[in-house]
């Protein structure tokens, strides 16, 4: 679940919808049709809630890929 969350005018880079844009330490962001949209806090299943810098340095090298 994602519990904060800021809508970003548009995207760094011009990128089809649904792709996964993140430096795997500081942002993940999802670029929609006309923006992107950067998660700040999630919750995984079962899981506490994190910032996403907590949630980055816990995923595998080639886990957005």
């Known amino acids: 679940d994602v519990y904060k ?3 970003i005018e548009a995207c760094e880079q011009n ?3 649904g792709t996964i844009l993140t430096d795997l330490k500081n942002y ?3 670029s ?3 923006a992107c949209i ?3 806090e999630l919750q995984q299943a079962g899981k506490k ?3 996403i ?3 980055l340095i816990g995923l595998k090298d ?3 890929s």
Do not use: G, T, Y
């Open 53 to 55: 810098q907590e949630f």
């Open 5 to 7: 969350r800021q809508h």
């Open 38 to 40: 950067s998660i700040d």
């Open 49 to 51: 809630m994190m910032n």
């Open 62 to 64: 080639n886990a957005l």
């Open 15 to 17: 990128v089809k919808p």
């Open 32 to 34: 929609c049709r006309d």
């Open 28 to 30: 993940l962001k999802i």
